[in-house]
C-alpha cells in the first residue's frame, strides 16, 4: 500500500499487525452493518409474536426453525440484526462527524501555518483547546438542546425518521473540529520554516497554503479523525443510553445497552451483545489511530476524551 | 517555589478572561437551553388540561416573556447572588446544588486521586519496559477499558458484584450495593454511617478510577517515551546517573507539568463528566441533577448546574495557569 502526500513521501508502508487488523475489522464490521439488515428475513424494527419469541438466548432457533445468532431481545427482535442496523448509525455518526472535524481542522491548522499571526489571540494549543472548545460545557447541556433543535428542524423538514441520524451528525463536530485544530496548530508551530522557505524563495501566497501549508497539515489531522471516529461512536451511545440521543425502536448500541440494563441477570446477552460491539469498534478505531500517530504525526501525544 | 515571580498584571489579564469566558458558556447554555422544543409548562400540567391552563403556568413561570427579557430577568437576579427555583423541585436552586455538589465532589476527588495515582505509575512502567511483554500487557488492558464506555462497564460491575454475589450465596456484606449513596431506611449513625456511604460508593468509584487510570496510563506512557528519546537523557546516563536518578530528576521533572495540567482540567470533568456513572447507580450528585433538569426542561436547575459547572472549569483553568510557572521553570516569565 502506498501512501504519500505532497512533500511527506512515505513511499510504500509496510502495514503493521495492528493496523492490519484494525482495518480489516473496521472493513468488516462496514460491510456488516450494511448487508446484514439487507438481507435478512428478520424486521428489526418489528414487534412479532413476542410470547414465543421474547428473550432467545444467543443460537437458538425459534418455532419456525430460524436461527437467532445473539438471541433475541425482550420484544423478541433478533438482536444480531438490530445490532447491526444500529452499527450503521453509529458508524454514520463516527465517521461523518469525525470528517467534518477533520476537514474543519485541517483547513484551520493549515491557515495556522500559512499565517502565523494566529498565534498573538490563540498563544498555546492548551489554553486554546481548555477555553474556546464547547467542551468546557458539561455534554448533556451542550448537546441535548443541540439535539433537540436539530430534532425539530429535521422533522418539518423531512418528516421525522431520519432527524435522530441527523442532530447525531451535526452536533458532535464542534468538539473534534477544535481537537483536530489543535493537533494541526502543534504541528503548524513546530515546522513553519517550511513555509518561511517557501516564501523566500518567492512562492505566491496561495502556493504557499494549497501546495506546503495544507498538505503538512494533514499528518495530524488524519491521526486526529481517526481517533476522533471511536470518540463520537462512544458519546454517540452514552447519549442514546441516558435516552438523549436515537429514540427507539431505532436502534443504537447505547438505547439496546439501555434496554438490557433491568434484564443483565435474566437475559445478559441483551446488553453484552451490543457492548462488545462498542467496545471493539472504539478499539478498533483506537488502535488505528495510534499506529497512524506513531506513523504521520511524530510527538503530538495522546489525546485525552471526556468521561463516557 | 517562586510564588513572587507571578506577575500580578497576568493574574489580573487571566482573571478578567476567565470571567468572560464564563460569561460567554452561561449565555450560550441559557439560549441554547430555551431554543430547545417544548417547555417547562408543558410537563407540569396533566396531559389533558386545556391549553389555557398550560399558558396560565407559562405567565406564572415568566416563560411567555421574549427570551432577551427572560435573560436580564435571570442574569439579574444571578448577579444579586439568586438561582432562581426550580420549576419541577418547587425548590430554591441554591440548594438543590448546595446538597450535590459535595456529593459529586467527593465522587469525583476520589475516582481523580485513584487516576493518577493508578495511572502514572503504570505509563511510567510501560515506557520503561517499551516493546517488552509487560508493556504488551499493559497497553491491551489499558486500550481495552480507554475504549469501553464507563455505563456498560458499570452494568458488568453490577451483574457481577450485586446480582452475581447474591446468586453465589455470598452473605449481604460481601454483596456490593447498585444504587444510591447509602441504605435506605436504615438510619445509621457515626462511622456505621460513613462505612455505609464508602461501600455505596465502591463500584462508582472503580468504574470512574479505571477509565480515567487507563486514559492517564496512555498518556503519561507516550510523553515519557518521547521524554527519554531526548539528548539529556543520554546525556545523564552517559554521565553515570543511575536508573532511578534518570527517572525520577530528569524525566519527572518534564512529565509533570502536563499532568499537572491534566489534573486541574480533569477535576471539574469528573464533576459532570460522571454523569453516566452517576445514571447507572442513582447517585445523587451533579450530573443525575442536570440529567432530570434536561428531561424535565427545568432551566432554571439546568442554568444553576451549568453557572456552577462553569465556575468550576474557569476556575481549574485558572489554577492551571497560576500553577504551571511553579512546576515548570521555563514559564516563568
Known amino acids: ?308 | 517555589v517562586h510564588l513572587q515571580r507571578v506577575r500580578a498584571p497576568a493574574v489580573l489579564r487571566q482573571l478578567a478572561g476567565a470571567l468572560v469566558l464564563l460569561w460567554l458558556v452561561i449565555t450560550v447554555t441559557f439560549v441554547l437551553v430555551h431554543l430547545a422544543p417544548g417547555d417547562a409548562a408543558a410537563f407540569l400540567v396533566a396531559p389533558d388540561a386545556p391549553a389555557a391552563e398550560a399558558e396560565r403556568v407559562r405567565r406564572t413561570l415568566g416563560l411567555d416573556r421574549p427570551l432577551m427579557v427572560q435573560y436580564a430577568r435571570w442574569l439579574a437576579d444571578v448577579l444579586r447572588g439568586n438561582l432562581g427555583e426550580s420549576f419541577a423541585l418547587a425548590r430554591p436552586v441554591g440548594s438543590v446544588i448546595r446538597e450535590a455538589l459535595p456529593v459529586s465532589l467527593g465522587l469525583g476527588s476520589a475516582s481523580l486521586a485513584l487516576t493518577f495515582l493508578i495511572g502514572v505509575p503504570i505509563g511510567l512502567l510501560q515506557a520503561a519496559r517499551r516493546g517488552r511483554a509487560l508493556d504488551r500487557v499493559l497497553t491491551v488492558i489499558t486500550t481495552t477499558v480507554y475504549a469501553a464506555p464507563s455505563f456498560w462497564l458499570a452494568l458488568a460491575l453490577v451483574a457481577v458484584f450485586t446480582y452475581g454475589a447474591a446468586n453465589w450465596g455470598l452473605p449481604p456484606s460481601l454483596r456490593l450495593p447498585a444504587f444510591g449513596i447509602h441504605t435506605p431506611g436504615a438510619e445509621l449513625t457515626g462511622l456505621a454511617r460513613v462505612l455505609d456511604v464508602l461501600r455505596h460508593s465502591i463500584l462508582p468509584v472503580t468504574i470512574l478510577a479505571a477509565v480515567g487510570a487507563a486514559g492517564i496510563a496512555r498518556y503519561s506512557r507516550s510523553s515519557v517515551s518521547d521524554i527519554l528519546a531526548n539528548d539529556f537523557v543520554r546525556t545523564a546516563r552517559a554521565k553515570g546517573a543511575s536508573n532511578g536518578s534518570v527517572y525520577f530528576r530528569h524525566v519527572l521533572a518534564n512529565v509533570l507539568p502536563p499532568l499537572v495540567v491534566l489534573f486541574a482540567l480533569a477535576l471539574p470533568g469528573v464533576v459532570a463528566g460522571s454523569i453516566f456513572v452517576e445514571v447507572v447507580f442513582a447517585w445523587p450528585g451533579m450530573g443525575r441533577v442536570m440529567y432530570s433538569a434536561i428531561l424535565a426542561r427545568d432551566y432554571p436547575v439546568v442554568m444553576g448546574t451549568s453557572l456552577a459547572y462553569a465556575a468550576l472549569v474557569v476556575s481549574a483553568n485558572l489554577a492551571a495557569d497560576l500553577v504551571l510557572p511553579i512546576v515548570d521553570p521555563r514559564r516563568r516569565a
Open chain 1, 1 to 308: 500500500m502506498s501512501i504519500g502526500f505532497r512533500g511527506t513521501t512515505l513511499g510504500r508502508v509496510r502495514l503493521t499487525a495492528m493496523e492490519r487488523w484494525s482495518s480489516i475489522g473496521l472493513v468488516l464490521l462496514a460491510l456488516a452493518v450494511v448487508l446484514v439488515p439487507l438481507f435478512s428475513r428478520a424486521d428489526p424494527l418489528a414487534i412479532g409474536d413476542v410470547l414465543s419469541l421474547r428473550l432467545l438466548p444467543p443460537g437458538a432457533r425459534d418455532a419456525s426453525g430460524s436461527l437467532h445468532l445473539l438471541g433475541t431481545d425482550r420484544f423478541g427482535r433478533d438482536l444480531f440484526v438490530r445490532m447491526m442496523l444500529a452499527g450503521r448509525i453509529s458508524l454514520a455518526v463516527g465517521v461523518i462527524g469525525s470528517l467534518l472535524a477533520g476537514a474543519l481542522g485541517t483547513f484551520v491548522g493549515a491557515i495556522a501555518a500559512w499565517r502565523g499571526g494566529v498565534d498573538s489571540w490563540a498563544r498555546s494549543p492548551r489554553g486554546v483547546a481548555a477555553r474556546w472548545t464547547p467542551s468546557a460545557w458539561p455534554s448533556p447541556t451542550r448537546c441535548s438542546p443541540c439535539r433537540g433543535w436539530c430534532c425539530y428542524w429535521c422533522a418539518r423538514r423531512s418528516g421525522s425518521r431520519g432527524s435522530a441520524r441527523w442532530w447525531s451528525c451535526s452536533s458532535r463536530p464542534a468538539g473534534w473540529a477544535w481537537r483536530a485544530w489543535c493537533a494541526g496548530r502543534c504541528w503548524a508551530c513546530s515546522t513553519r520554516a517550511y513555509v518561511d522557505a517557501a516564501t523566500a524563495l518567492g512562492a505566491s501566497s496561495w502556493r504557499v497554503l494549497l501546495r506546503h501549508a495544507l498538505p503538512n497539515a494533514l499528518g495530524p489531522a488524519i491521526v486526529a479523525t481517526t481517533l476522533g471516529v471511536g470518540n463520537a461512536i462512544l458519546l454517540e451511545s452514552g447519549l442514546s443510553f441516558l435516552g438523549m440521543g436515537i429514540q427507539p425502536p431505532q436502534p443504537s448500541w447505547g438505547n439496546m445497552i439501555a434496554g438490557g440494563r433491568d434484564l443483565i441477570v435474566a437475559a445478559p446477552w441483551v446488553a453484552i451483545a451490543p457492548g462488545s460491539a462498542l467496545i471493539v469498534t472504539v478499539l478498533a478505531c483506537t488502535l488505528l489511530g495510534d499506529a497512524l500517530r506513531d506513523r504521520l504525526a511524530g510527538e503530538t501525544g495522546t489525546t485525552l476524551r471526556e468521561r463516557v
